[in-house]
């Protein structure tokens, strides 16, 4: 772990959840006190009796997101198997969610049943979060999803038909990480998160390797270290499960391996969300 002495002014956390049962009040003033402008939190939307990972519904989240608006911003879960999503799309930007999260499709994200869905989203500028990669399934889970359904090349499609639509995937899409490098400097509405892991050091080796660059690339250079490329642009900060004060040293261990500058550590911890929200901070 780094002993080096950088802190972000500011962080907008991309990608986390709320469980249900937790303080949320409490919540929210520690990621204030942790230095979060605003929260992005992910919602999960299943079938009744599907087992789930215990994370707040979109009804669980919907009067936290009324009291704390100033900070909070829901990302809807859909449920991806039910008909007529289009319609769940205006249903929840009216009900003050303003984005959304799929995860565990039941055919892959760029199946041609999925883009009226992503049509609509992209016709309110809804962002959408996409886990991508591999996925730690619920006990129990015997449905038709694999982690080829969300590998980050699923989400090329999606960006290059709807390039309004601010997708984002989650977790780099490990263990695709070079797939999700080059998408994520191919197009220019996509993104990644490098959440995961639980922040542990594991995760922390995997996030390097895949954005290293080639041995003798010039440092200095973001067309042979693309690592300084990504972090300034397409890559946001995202804590997943673990609280921000885990993260944020497991994010600088990542960085200072590769070298990144500070203007570029601040693009990557919350000038880039801001632009992608459209939060004016």
Not at 38 to 46: E, H, I, K, Q
Not at 222 to 231: I, S, T, V
Request: with cysteine.
């Amino acid at each position: 772990m780094t002993d080096k002495t950088f802190t972000p002014r500011k962080l907008i956390n991309i990608h986390t959840h709320i469980r249900c049962g937790d303080d949320v009040d409490r919540k929210v003033a520690v990621w204030k006190k942790e230095g979060a402008i605003r929260t992005c939190v992910l919602c999960t939307s299943l079938s009744p009796g599907d087992p789930g990972w215990g994370v707040m519904s979109n009804e669980d989240l919907q009067p936290w997101l009324a009291k704390y608006p100033d900070h909070l911003i829901g990302f809807a879960g859909l449920n991806l198997a039910l008909p007529d999503l289009p319609s769940a799309v205006d249903d929840l930007h009216a009900r003050g969610f303003r984005g959304f999260k799929c995860i565990r499709p039941n055919r892959p994200y760029d199946d041609d049943s999925y883009m009226p869905l992503y049509e609509a989203a992209a016709r309110r500028r809804m962002p959408i979060l996409f886990h991508t990669g591999s996925l730690s399934y619920p006990p129990g889970y015997r449905g038709p999803c694999t982690i080829d359904f969300m590998r980050p090349a699923r989400l090329e499609r999606i960006a290059r038909y709807f390039p309004e639509l601010p997708v984002i995937g989650a977790h780099l899409g490990l263990p695709w990480g070079h797939e999700a490098v080059g998408l994520a400097l191919s197009r220019p509405n996509l993104y990644f998160d490098i959440s995961g892991g639980s922040g542990a050091p594991l995760h922390g080796s995997h996030m390097k390797k895949a954005l290293s660059s080639f041995e003798g690339a010039d440092p200095a250079d973001p067309e042979q270290h693309y690592a300084l490329k990504l972090f300034r642009t397409k890559l946001l900060f995202g804590t997943d499960n673990p609280p921000v004060s885990r993260w944020v040293p497991r994010a600088e261990d990542i960085m200072d391996h590769l070298r990144i500058p500070a203007d570029a550590r601040e693009e990557f911890y919350w000038k880039t969300s801001a632009k992608l929200l459209g939060i004016a901070v």
